[in-house]
């Protein structure tokens, strides 16, 4: 009777699961279909909890496949059957992979199975199981432990005085009396163990940075040998980044002195960046204007995150030759004169414009840094209508001026002529720095139109505001 | 008479004629493009302007010329180095200009070779379209001819604004064009009365021009 069951919920949501896989494996071009759907996962079981280790294997694993997850604290399961093709055969493949570990120091246990789940819980039970078609998942997984599948030690304990041991005794109950007695949860796993629903896990994502290190034999005090040896450590550095295809916006290099002291040397970019000899020429700058406290005993260098960069594509013809090196912003030229202008002259000395929505007139232009990402995609020309007293000066003076005034009439070099306004200028009333204030254009003795206010509040103070240039 | 043009045509022959052929862009404003070598401003080249106060209308004399650059659609970087104030973005967008193109250098303080050294990278390394700097210290005249050649290599035009005093005046020039400018009142209306005190290959001169009411006439 109950076996009964099983065969008849076993056969209507395998269909289900099927579709649900489809999506996740690709076939490749001419094998059967029924294998290019299947799945192949290999698990991973530390004998002892090892949180490091188990990270270092993860990151091994992605060597193989992208499809990695960590089971913490001892777990972890990877999908192969994408992967097997490119290995020559499961065989060598699982070679590679158990000689990783061995290279990594540890020899856990490895099985494989079409579900994650019978692969981690034939793991975490020992035995060597390697079982690669779905047909004889079900009768191979029965014989697994329950308490492989890590329930509640509640729930096993209920289990086992029913005299419930196994995996194929728990998959003979009946569905709707197992759910109730023990909770959707264990029933869904049971599902997943069997392919019967599908296992979607989230794939391991290591974030990922370049350390390097070198220890010279004798102590460095000179520029210019510090950046030699600099040069093989950011070789590597630009490798890693390019296979990575990434790039990175801020680079330290510690430079390690005598009693423990040491100095860090920061390059800091607007956008990703991958090539060497970049951040050699960056760092030479760099290093060019820190003194140094003592003599060097050791570099160090460290990438901070790793940002996906899209591959620069080169203009074919030279900037304004039949009208190449594309727009300002695509040639990589161009950010290269940027980033050497931030270099030399510090990160806040290059900048864009862009306007903002504000009263204010002080907030109405704002500056715009080259890591900002509206930077090169910011908003075209907006040709405001002209009104002749609404017009605004060309320059802007950071800080109003103090005018002095004579008869109530402003001064600078002499007598000011207001030849427009007055134009109120009320905005963030509500707020303590509030401003009210009138402005006016004006003309100074030497005929330069000049933009002045009067505040409306006493003591009604005169100030230059701009110039029109 | 054909083997002489065929003699002329040599590249190693230069004839002073020969530069006024260059190319230029129009400055927006038709008096000036017709005092001006060649119809304009230079597409590639130094140019001097000298202002008398900082305000003069040396930037308004500019705005046609930044926004007819700035708004083609392969335009490279317009660069303001070393700017006295802050440029006023809603008022150069709204002559014009077309912001997402203009980049900014700031001179720190204590760094007095920045403004020179940052226009000479910004000249040859190709990506900009036209360099603004602002250099109100002496400038050696090797530094100007060194800023003219850095103009051939990345064929940029630079503007280079600087103070207009008796004794800058007075000093030789590699620009291939130099203005004064100085803001004057020519009745009720204010202008600028313009000088061409250098100009490779076209006249010197002198005259009042009415930089706004050029620029209402241009519909700008």
């Known amino acids: 009777m109950a076996a009964r069951v099983l065969r008849q919920s076993l056969s209507v949501p395998q269909a289900a699961a099927t579709a649900l896989q489809l999506p996740l494996a690709i076939a490749p071009a001419g094998s059967p279909p029924a294998a290019s759907l299947s799945q192949l996962w290999l698990a991973v079981h530390l004998p002892q909890p090892d949180p490091v280790l188990l990270q270092r294997l993860g990151v091994l694993a992605q060597r193989f496949t992208p499809r990695v997850s960590l089971e913490p604290p001892d777990g972890l399961v990877l999908e192969v059957q994408g992967s097997v093709a490119l290995f020559g055969g499961l065989a060598p493949l699982y070679r590679a992979f158990r000689a990783g570990c061995r290279a990594a120091g540890s ?69 709707a009396g197992f759910a109730r007695r023990f909770g959707r949860e264990p029933l869904q796993m049971l599902d997943q163990l069997v392919a019967r629903s599908a296992d979607l896990r989230p794939p391991l994502r290591v974030a990922e940075r370049f350390r390097a ?65 970049r951040f050699l020429e960056w760092f030479a700058e760099r290093l060019g204007r820190i003194a140094l406290p003592g003599p060097v005993r050791s570099l160090e260098l460290r990438s901070g995150e790793l940002l996906s960069r899209a591959p620069v594509h080169e203009s074919l013809w030279q900037p304004s030759e039949h009208g190449g090196g594309g727009a300002a912003g695509s040639a990589s ?102 401003v009210a204030r009138d402005y006016y254009h004006a003309t100074d003795v030497h005929g330069i139109a000049v933009w002045v206010f009067r505040e409306r509040q006493p003591p009604h103070r005169w100030f230059l505001h701009g110039l029109s240039g | 008479m054909n083997a002489l043009a065929r003699l002329l045509e040599h590249p190693g022959i230069w004839r002073g004629r020969s530069l006024t052929r260059i190319d230029t862009l129009s400055s927006g404003f038709p008096e000036l493009d017709a005092r001006l070598a060649g119809g304009g401003w230079p597409k590639t080249g130094l140019v001097e302007i000298l202002a008398t106060h900082l305000g003069s209308g040396e930037l308004r004399l500019l705005l046609p010329l930044l926004a007819a650059l700035t708004q083609r659609p392969q335009a490279r970087w317009c660069t303001w180095i070393a700017p006295p104030l802050m440029p006023y973005a809603p008022a150069l967008a709204a002559r014009g200009v077309n912001l997402s193109r203009i980049l900014v250098v700031r001179a720190p303080q204590d760094m007095q070779w920045a403004p020179e050294w940052a226009t000479e990278q910004a000249l040859i390394c190709g990506a900009c379209d036209i360099v603004l700097t602002w250099i109100t210290q002496p400038l050696k005249p090797r530094i100007v001819r060194r800023l003219q050649l850095a103009t051939q290599r990345g064929r940029t035009l630079a503007f280079v604004l600087r103070p207009w005093s008796a004794r800058i005046a007075q000093q030789p020039s590699h620009a291939l064009l130099r203005l004064g400018i100085e803001p004057q009142r020519n009745g009720d209306r204010s202008g600028v009365r313009l000088s061409i005190l250098k100009s490779r290959g076209g006249a010197q001169g002198e005259w009042w021009l009415d930089l706004d009411a050029a620029q209402a006439a241009a519909g700008v």
């Open chain 1, 107 to 175: 020899s856990p246990m490895l099985t494989l199975a079409p579900t994650p789940l019978a692969a981690l819980a034939a793991a975490r039970s020992g035995v060597s199981f390697k079982v690669l078609d779905q047909q004889h998942l079900v009768s191979a997984v029965s014989a697994l432990p329950l308490a492989a599948l890590r329930w509640p030690p509640q729930v096993l304990q209920r289990l086992s005085k029913l005299g419930v041991y196994r995996v194929g005794h728990a998959l003979r109950l009946p569905r």
């Open chain 1, 333 to 434: 030229g161009s950010l290269e004169f940027i980033e050497r202008l931030r270099m030399r002259l510090g990160e806040l000395a290059v900048h864009g414009l862009i306007c903002q929505d504000s009263h204010c007139p002080e907030g109405a232009s704002r500056s715009l840094s080259p890591a900002d990402p509206n930077f090169r995609h910011a908003a075209g020309a907006i040709r405001a209508p002209q009104i002749p007293g609404q017009a605004r000066p060309l320059w802007l003076l950071e800080t109003p001026q103090l005018l002095r005034e004579r008869a109530g009439w402003p001064q600078l070099d002499g007598p000011l002529r207001l030849r427009h306004g007055p134009e109120r200028i009320e905005s963030q009333w509500w707020e303590a720095h509030g």
């Open chain 1, 213 to 277: 290190q070198r220890q010279f034999v004798r102590e460095r005090e000179d520029h210019a040998q510090i950046l030699q040896a600099l040069q093989p450590l950011l070789k590597q550095l630009g490798e890693f980044l390019e296979a990575r295809q990434c790039g990175i916006t801020r680079l330290t290099c510690r430079l390690r002195h005598r009693n423990q002291t040491h100095t860090d040397c920061v390059v800091r970019l607007a956008q990703p960046e991958a090539v060497a000899a």
